[in-house]
């Protein structure tokens, strides 16, 4: 359940960044669900690492969580503090890089339809946390394929299972 509704934040704030990055949203107003986001990953990260059920798959996704939650919130420091990026950049490629071999031993070992579906999450968020090492850390010209691989991973990601995993339905 945990999963589910992590997922369905990720959705809206990869959905939402998406659109400010097409110009459709304020950065002031981008600020609201990068917070939100952040402090609910943060809560489903807490819980993973240091929960009742706490043991190593647990610690290992808590870890892989708080990833997602340091991203939203660096996103939302710099739009309070109006900075360039390039240190979100460069930890954005920190973690394509943390999260490629996630992506490989999930899709590798994948036993059901979740498995997959999963290691190919993790191979779509590798891929967009690149593009934005590309865009803040090189400041590379690739805002437009970055807003819309965004877009597109918020609802395939996370805010379609997130909610058919809430609603029981995958």
């Known amino acids: 359940m945990l999963l589910g509704f992590a997922l369905l934040y990720v959705g809206a704030v990869?959905?939402?960044n998406g659109l400010?990055?097409?110009?459709?949203?304020?950065?002031?107003?981008i600020v609201v669900i990068?917070?939100?986001?952040?402090v609910a990953t943060l809560a489903v990260a807490f819980s993973s690492l240091f929960g009742s059920?706490?043991?190593a798959a647990s610690v290992k996704a808590g870890a892989l969580t708080l990833l997602f939650t340091t991203t939203y919130l660096w996103v939302a420091y710099n739009r309070v503090v109006a900075v360039d990026?390039?240190?979100?950049?460069?930890?954005?490629?920190f973690v394509a890089?943390?999260?490629?071999?996630?992506?490989i031993?999930?899709?590798?070992?994948?036993?059901s339809f979740t498995d997959v579906w999963l290691g190919l999450n993790w191979a779509i968020w590798a891929v967009l946390w690149f593009m934005y090492f590309l865009l803040l850390g090189l400041q590379k010209p690739v805002l437009r394929p970055t807003a819309l691989l965004t877009l597109v991973a918020g609802i395939v990601t996370g805010w379609m299972p997130g909610y058919l995993l809430l609603d029981g339905l995958l």
């Open 20 to 29: 400010w990055l097409l110009g459709k949203i304020e950065d002031r107003e």
């Open 85 to 93: 990026g390039r240190g979100l950049g460069w930890f954005s490629l």
């Open 53 to 55: 059920a706490a043991d």
């Open 105 to 111: 031993q999930g899709l590798s070992s994948a036993q």
């Open 34 to 38: 990068n917070v939100v986001s952040g």
């Open 97 to 103: 890089i943390t999260v490629v071999p996630v992506a």
């Open 14 to 16: 990869l959905f939402l």
